[in-house]
């Protein structure tokens, strides 16, 4: 039972009920004092425990947690007041039967208690995420405090949470009073300074109490006021966008950095992917760099003050000399302005800034996601000195990242710092990897030595993927502690923990989860260095494993509106995709029919099948993992329209077309999944998702027709590939797509997964042979169907044709475009100067949490509203846990083999339930009780019971 008090002595006790008798005398008589105050003790102790015994169901047991808006917390600029919470208790079976929403215009009302924005009343619902205030005026800008309660399954209020806030970024043109400005620029001309100086005083006499800043720097920008930089740790801000239809702006508080009286703002710019024309070609370059903000300061009075960009900004040259995304960045730091940013700095013989040119955005709309944030330092493990005299840094591990240098070197010293993934046999470093052959750039950062003592100096307008620096230029000889690499990605949060018994399932997972990070920079990259596109192919397929590590719900609706974007154009007589990303045919593309990549101007033509599925499963995976219903609200439409686009491509339901099963073992000449099969298999999944999610959008004749449409395509895929003999669609990434979708015949389900055994044992040197469409299906299509000892085997083999040979012959710490699990592998990959550093191949990761761990989304309730406990190795391995912070609490599944005897703890957070996979024949206990049979069975399968588990911690046993 949870203590709600506080233990206390008798002499702190005494000294609470002290009485004041009229304020002139002191209880002085000690036996009647000591009596007294004894027996007070007792009584309210006595009505403590009763209190915390009958109530430890009560709704005062029960708080409301982790406010957030438009999923984060305490935002300022978000796009829409979408209001979500938490609730935390120590008890089991806690549901939200209510709510109650109040909103306020300020924290002194907030204070009273005067909701004076909206009140929603009690709500009867469970609903927690994306509450609308329906019915709110809010005003873009204004900051509003809210707080929330709600009613658990007894009809108890809890109490008011404690307060949060938000305000809505401006998206009306009509808001803004500032314009898009920039320098006058000239060929091969540093990057400028921009500064505006402004006094804040107020003719009334009134006091500022908030100050915001509004920003868009394109390419990206950093932001300066009174001298400081507002947020070091973001660079490259803003995200990516389709330029010509809209740019994101950034929103900063910052009310604490103002002065009394004469205040100074200032902006860096870089290229970013704005400017990006040295790569891919001059068209792929949008303009020169250019800035728009808005400050608006709010006084005590009501009133505000509008400072913006415009011809009365001033710029100087900065010492950025060039910046590129690709190619990297230079520094001279003889050229800084010191105090640039200062209002007392002379800069009268700055010039006026100048319109911009170039493409404006049609639009600004706020940033949602997370900026991109200088993360971790790693230091160097070894250095030495290569036989062309050159300095190599080896950090260890592969990522995405900038160097921070600090030295102390003569003025004008000109350091310059190589970065790759790879070493040639003579330990120089082979760039080859890292796409100079398509990018025509070697990834460089150089810093020029202003000479005036220790110089600390960090890139922000671009990054790099690399694990080996070259240095070059310096004076004598280097320290290891000259160079950090720092990565960088976007600064999703952290969800998901994974841990088991088994180092190289251990080291697979660190694996898949480094790579993610150094390929999430505003959107889903393929590497960071040859292309940093945004695959769609890339993206569905590493979306599920994502979700389990990291809350990518944001991210990815950015994504799914960079899709949007691009693909809102009608274009005649265009480049298709048609086979092998090297076969293409021309025809008409309607609007919304989506590219093989968004956002910006490197397309590389319309979707092929197996690509631009995503504009079906992105949406899809957001639902499931995060209850996110608005994706499919949103985009339905596109959805829908990809399914018959397909449709109309199919030949007998059969679809042609694609680019396959890519980058299997020995490279994409051995796929061994015919296309047509893959590209069928995915309008299947596409036409199944439609089908549910206009069920679940009440379009019920959309959902009949596409259940049909569904079952027609299944049948054409069974009756063309299927072997109805040998139980088999013919390889292993083939049968892992038909048990995981669904069209493979449910009496065989086993059978076919035997085959995928099979073919690993006698094909593939008992290993796989899959791309990215099989390599995060076939652990599944094992282990849930009677095969998990074929699937520890084959995941924990060591040796030749095995995951260890990645790192223990190749040296791997990321996955590679093609994995070298043997010699031929490895060859392949180096020879075609394929990246080391693609997480296309990490989908096996979403396996080790759902089935290793056993903690699965249930379909039905989406965003682990129900969650599904079903671990599928525990007769192979000794322990494994997990953990994920669901968007209703953590949940966690935790088991381990003692004595003939399985000890799995789970976590159900309040308002969510579990479907908890038990075993018939076998003892069950459950918090040291006999028997599960008091929780409800809602599916009976042959050997296993799934019972409905309420919240709260429960401790299971299960044993012979």
Known sequence: MEQRY???????????????????????????????????FYIVSCVLTLVCFFGCHSGHHTTVVRLRCQDKVNPEGVEQALLSWQIASAAQDVRQTAWEVEIFSSERNLKKGDADVWKSGKQISDRQLDVVPSGAVLTAGELYWWRVRIWDEADEASEWSAPASFSLGPQDAAYWQAKWITAEWTDGCPMPYFRKVFDISAASGAK???????????????LFLNGKQVDETRIIDPAQTDYEKYAFYNTFNVTALLKSKENCIGVMLGDGWYNQGLVWGPAFAYGKPMLFLQMEITYDDG????????????????????????????YDAGKVVDGWADAAVDCSHWQDAVPATGVIPAALKPQIIEPVRLQRE????????????????????????VPRITVSQPKGTHLRMCMGEYLNDDRTVNY??????????????????????????????TYHGFRYLELSGMSGVPDPSWIKAVTVYTDVPAIGRFECSEPQINRLHEMAVRTMLSNIHGIPTDC??????????????????????????NFWMKYLDDIKSSADVFLENTLHQKLYNSEFYFADKAPGIPFMIAPGRRLCGVASPDWGTAVVQLPWFTYLYYGNARALEVHYPEMKQWVDHIAALADGHIVPYGLGDWCPPGGNQTIDCPIPLSSTAF??????????????LDKKDDAAYYRHLKEQIGKALTDKFYDSTNKTFGSQTADAMALDFGFAPVADRKAVSDAIVRNIEEKYNHFFHTGIFGMGRIGQALSRNGNSEAAWKTFTKKGENSFEWMWTNADATTLWEILPIHEESKAVCLKGNSSLNHPMLGGYDTWFYEDIAGIRPEVSCPGYKIIRFEPTLTGQLEWAKASISTPYGKTESDWSKKNGKLMWKITVPPNASGWVALPVRKKIKVNEEETADQYPVVENREDVLIRRFPSGFFNISIEE
């Open 6 to 40: 506080k233990s206390v002595t008798i002499f702190e006790f005494q000294e609470k009920f002290k009485t004041d008798d009229d304020g002139k005398r002191y209880l002085s008589e000690t036996k009647k004092a000591k009596f007294s105050l004894l027996k007070a």
């Open 208 to 222: 500022p109490v908030r100050a915001v800043v509004y920003l868009s720097g394109l390419g990206c920008g950093d």
């Open 432 to 461: 080859g990897t890292t796409g100079v052959f398509a990018t025509g750039v070697i990834q460089t950062d150089e810093y020029i030595c202003a000479g005036n003592g220790t110089e600390t100096w960090t890139p922000r307008f």
């Open 528 to 553: 960071p260095h040859r292309e940093r596109c945004g695959w769609l192919g890339d993206a569905h397929t590493v979306a599920p494993f994502e979700n389990c590590n990291y809350d990518m719900n």
């Open 378 to 401: 790693i230091t160097p493990v070894a250095l030495w000195q290569n036989p062309d005299g050159k300095w190599v840094f080896d950090f260890g591990v592969n990522v995405a990242a």
């Open 683 to 696: 309008h299947y999944y596409d036409a199944s998702i439609v089908a549910q999610v206009a069920a679940i």
């Open 303 to 330: 009133s505000k003050k509008i400072i913006g960009t415009d011809e009365s900004w001033k710029w100087f040259a900065g010492p950025v000399l060039k910046s590129n995304l690709y190619a990297g960045e230079t």
